[in-house]
């Protein structure tokens, strides 16, 4: 929600000024302090949701509003006062240096030197400057106090709402019972009402079917987790249905999010006992009910349905009236969170239907037992069904709209070009509606990180590693004691996973998320939250036109997909001077823009790199003009070498740095103080050494965790004592190599939190192996290692490699290592996940054990075109999920399938690239065969 992620960001800005070595502006001491504690209890009146019964979520969103509108109201003031004294004194400090230049040039050229008109207008400006006062801190003071006074009638607001509502809770208690009861009832008569198509979910109906008859005798609990309107109640009702005569008792009951325990017990009474009286069961305790429950199924075998399970606390109060009474009894739980399901043991999980079987539930909705589709229709009938993205809700909502429609072919056209909109609007917001509930059921910590995922262009593949940082530069996670906020916003993205709104679309080397997206449907439903919360506002280009002055200019987090470079539609941007985050996508060079408060700049995507792609370009000499700025992501003319200005370091707040298509950028030694650098990430960066001399503590980057593609890096004591909490490095030499010793890698065993470093080599000379292993000495933290050309022995994995006692990760490619053999030995790699060899030409053999690979889970071999075999022990780590062949020697490709084929559980996965097409015989499930030609 707006108001918290505001909250949050103002503190984030107060805590950064009063921690920042320089800070730009200073505040008063009494409004810090009567601010944090404004902050404080908002805060927490927020996350503790609202205790207010009788108020109307109209007078909620106001009561939001408010809070949003004053936190923002004070980021304006201290954000405006932080970059008008930048301005201030960056423009006295030019002067200065101009007028220093002047005398300097008229001692040196004498008194009979004459000044240049430009000249003497420079000493006019510094005179001019020596008269003008700074800004005054007696405004800014003036300004804070207001909105102090605001929040401490929202405060004082607040304070009467909890006193007013006490004695209403009971009340409202008492109503919410009433309502989850009518609902559970509902939910019962339409067991056997309601038509339910299964097409689509035959094999979880099995899977489900085979829990619930298995000859399992105890207790055995089934969830079923999916996203809302993946099909869950639907599958849980089928089987229930089919099965109702293999159980002696049965029992629906539609939880909820506001469920009561008393009124569960009431509703699996009726239904166990249809002549009992729900006035005399709700008349009893909520002990005695459950005694009853217990007595009633003790002796039986009973399948119950908890339906819309939302926390595991409503099965902890529960299950203890659940007896196991070795009776094969079985209990079905559908849920949208994945911490739910792991109440029971193998659960059912529901994906997304593939394009087959959406197809088949579009037209068993459409047709019913009518003939199949018309030749004219089907065409067009599945291009419909697709872009339905495998959720069964839409396929329901849009087949129960043709059903009722004309079937002719211009009007399926017309549904196909007006899908979104159809099913946005179908049975009043069916979808959204359905979906709506699982945001509502999010902490408020979650929302503001949910509500951004809008930003973000449809079908897009969203990079994990930059959507932490966008997080983190927005200010709206919430700090927690012992984690960086990169390990906080992690958290919450698989928090979000867990509750089936973000999609996990592909996991690194390591485990963790690589990529993530989420369903149209979802993302409708960020963008019109968002919208309506005034936390993010998403326009194509040429709609800007056609919004309201009054709306666009109070924006504050813009998003504008579809490349375009339409002056007009551009400008319209210019009248937004509040904006804090530009996500966007441009074609040609960005607008230069006066965005003076602007946080986050990102005009770049990093997974799409293409001819296209290249054109989006920013002027450099423009980005570092943006003071307020946190994150700052943009492609740059690659013709040009960029460079920094040295006056970069006014940059005070600067977090994270993306420039791609940048060859021979050269950082100044003002880098080294900007101190709140926590990732720079260029395609090649030079950078300086640090400054010499300063006291303890200056020029050290204490936040600094990535730093790549460096060129030439030294690593000396007085640099890898700046940056002692570096996580990512990647160096590269790609000039005539001097030695090892000559850049000083021994000294990267100094970098204790060190966990993911990559060194390639581009010149053609090939360094000095002694040399090298004598001085290429690595921390023992490292987790993920890539080499490119280092030209190592395979022996010197072993002894330098093998040893580290973390490593999961080891990518080795382009000749990394050398020699036609490979021999591993016992107690190395002992935490490998990951091996991948690229192009290392000499290899022929490979000798190894099972043994010397405990954890291997992923093996990679890419264009090695003399290895013989993959060895056979390969096949015994019992870790080992897949491995992938692509373009190897064909004998490696045979010795992989005799590993396949020897398997017993047949989880291995294996998957060949290759040239030759007889291979393709060898295809089938889970052993895959592309073939490819090499021009």
């Not at 030079?686 to 730093?707: A, K, W």
């Not at 030439?712 to 004592?721: A, M």
């Not at 015994?876 to 045979?894: K, W």
């Not at 020897?902 to 291979?919: C, I, K, Y």
Request: with cysteine; hydrophobic share 40%; net charge negative.
């Amino acid at each position: 929600m707006a108001a918290y992620a505001a909250l949050l960001s103002l503190r984030h800005i107060i805590e950064q000024l009063q921690h920042h070595p320089s800070p730009p502006i200073s505040l008063d001491q009494n409004q810090v302090q009567s601010l944090t504690n404004n902050l404080n209890f908002l805060q927490e009146f927020l996350e503790q949701g609202y205790p207010c019964v009788g108020i109307s979520k109209e007078a909620i969103d106001v009561f939001e509003s408010r809070i949003a509108d004053a936190a923002h109201a004070a980021e304006d003031i201290i954000e405006t006062r932080i970059v008008d004294q930048i301005l201030t004194e960056s423009t006295a400090q030019a002067s200065k240096d101009i007028t220093e230049t002047w005398v300097s040039d008229q001692i040196l050229g004498g008194a009979g030197s004459s000044r240049s008109p430009s000249t003497r207008q420079n000493v006019n400006i510094v005179a001019g400057l020596d008269v003008v006062e700074k800004i005054s801190s007696v405004d800014l003071y003036r300004d804070l106090d207001k909105v102090i006074q605001d929040m401490g009638l929202i405060k004082k607001d607040v304070m009467e709402i909890k006193d007013i509502n006490i004695g209403r809770i009971e009340d409202h208690d008492l109503h919410i019972n009433s309502s989850t009861l009518a609902g559970a009832a509902s939910s019962r008569s339409h067991l056997t009402t309601r038509r339910d198509a299964v097409v689509g979910l035959d094999e979880l109906l099995i899977e489900v079917m085979d829990k619930l008859t298995g000859q399992q005798s105890n207790l055995h609990i089934i969830p079923i987790v999916g996203m809302g309107g993946i099909g869950k109640t639907t599958l849980a009702r089928n089987a229930y249905l089919k099965f109702m005569k293999h159980f002696d008792i049965r029992a629906w009951v539609t939880v909820s999010q506001n469920y009561n325990v008393r009124e569960i017990l009431v509703e699996i009474l009726l239904c166990i006992n249809k002549a009992e009286s729900r006035e005399t069961l709700s008349a009893k305790s909520e002990g005695e009910l459950g005694v009853k429950v217990h007595q009633s199924l003790w002796g039986r075998r009973y399948l119950i349905v908890m339906d819309d399970v939302w926390s595991v606390e409503v099965w902890d109060k529960v299950n203890l009236f659940f007896p196991d009474n070795g009776e094969r009894s079985r209990i079905m739980i559908t849920t949208r969170l994945s911490n739910v399901a792991s109440i029971g043991s193998g659960g059912v999980v529901m994906d997304f239907l593939n394009e087959d079987k959406s197809w088949d539930l579009l037209c068993r909705y459409v047709f019913e037992e009518e003939d199949d589709c018309s030749p004219e229709l089907e065409e067009i009938g599945k291009k419909i069904a697709k872009n339905c993205e495998g959720l069964p809700l839409s396929i329901v909502v849009i087949g129960g709209h043709l059903a009722k429609s004309k079937r002719t072919k211009e009007h399926w056209e017309y549904i196909s070009e007006n899908l979104k909109k159809i099913v946005n609007s179908e049975d009043d917001e069916r979808c959204l509606k359905v979906l709506q509930l699982s945001y509502n059921h999010l902490p408020v910590h979650l929302k503001p990180c949910f509500l951004y995922m809008g930003a973000f262009p449809e079908d897009n593949k969203i990079h994990v590693s930059w959507l932490v940082k966008l997080w983190v530069s927005e200010g709206f996670l919430k700090p927690i004691n012992g984690k960086s906020l990169e390990v906080v916003s992690r958290e919450y993205l698989e928090e979000l996973c867990d509750r089936n709104l973000i999609r996990v679309h592909q996991r690194g080397s390591k485990g963790r998320i690589k990529y993530c997206n989420i369903h149209d449907l979802v993302r409708e439903l960020c963008l019109r939250e968002a919208e309506k919360e005034k936390f993010l506002y998403v326009r194509i280009p040429h709609d800007l036109n056609n919004v309201p002055q009054g709306v666009i200019n109070t924006q504050r987090r813009i998003g504008i997909h579809q490349s375009t470079s339409e002056p007009e539609a551009l400008y319209a941007l210019q009248s937004m001077p509040l904006v804090r985050s530009l996500i966007c996508e441009f074609k040609g060079v960005l607008p230069t823009l006066d965005f003076r408060l602007l946080r986050v700049l990102k005009a770049v995507d990093k997974h799409l790199y293409s001819e296209e792609k290249r054109q989006y370009k920013y002027p450099i000499e423009v980005v570092f003009r943006l003071f307020n700025s946190r994150f700052i992501a943009i492609r740059v003319d690659s013709r040009q070498n960029p460079q920094f200005p040295s006056s970069v370091n006014l940059l005070w707040n600067l977090q994270t740095l993306i420039v791609k298509d940048t060859v021979g950028a050269v950082a100044p030694s003002e880098i080294w103080k900007m101190t709140q650098l926590r990732h720079v990430e260029f395609d090649e960066l030079e950078m300086p050494d640090p400054p010499l001399g300063g006291q303890d503590g200056e020029f050290v980057l204490g936040n600094l965790q990535r730093l790549s593609v460096i060129t030439s890096f030294k690593c000396g004591e007085e640099v890898v004592t700046r940056i002692p909490n570096i996580e990512k490095l990647k160096i590269r030499y790609d000039k005539e190599f001097e030695g090892c010793s000559s850049y000083c890698l021994d000294n990267l065993c100094r970098l204790r939190k060190l966990e993911s470093f990559g060194c390639s080599f581009l010149s053609q000379s090939v360094p000095n192996r002694d040399d090298m292993l004598q001085n290429f000495i690595l921390p023992n933290s490292l987790k993920k290692l890539t080499l490119w050309r280092t030209k190592f022995y395979w022996e010197d994995m072993n002894t330098n490699i093998g040893l580290l006692p973390n490593l999961q990760v080891l990518k080795l490619s382009a000749d990394a290592c050398v020699g036609t053999e490979w021999e591993t030995v016992e107690g190395q790699f002992c935490n490998l996940r990951y091996l991948l060899i690229n192009s290392c030409s000499e290899l022929e053999w490979w000798t190894t054990d099972s043994s010397h690979f405990p954890c291997l889970e992923h093996l990679v071999l890419q264009q090695l075109d003399k290895l013989n075999e993959i060895p056979s022990c390969i096949g015994e780590i019992p870790t080992l999920q897949s491995i992938e062949l692509n373009l190897c020697h064909d004998d490696a490709v045979i010795s992989a399938k005799r590993i396949f084929d020897e398997q017993e559980d047949l989880s291995l996965r294996v998957r060949v690239v290759t040239q030759n097409r007889q291979f393709e015989s060898l295809a089938g499930p889970n052993f895959q065969v592309e073939t490819c030609n090499i021009l």
